[in-house]
């Protein structure tokens, strides 16, 4: 199995391979490019949204008790006559 990190190394800066000993060396320093002010984002303004049934204090429908229904909340069925 290989191991991906040990590959991936070689492509951060540092890790390749040493310059030719014959190659030019650049010393020269780049100037850095001028950054712009970075423009904060006005938030959007939150709204809270009424629910069309009633809830509980943790935010759940309140139960209401359905005479069609059982304790689970499966119908009962009616006999046939």
Known sequence: MRDKKDNATIDLPGFGPPPAPDAPATTEAAPEPQRRPRVRKAALKQVQLELLEPTDASGLPV????????????PIWAPDH
């Open 63 to 74: 139960w209401n008790r359905d005479e069609g229904l059982d304790l689970t909340g499966l």
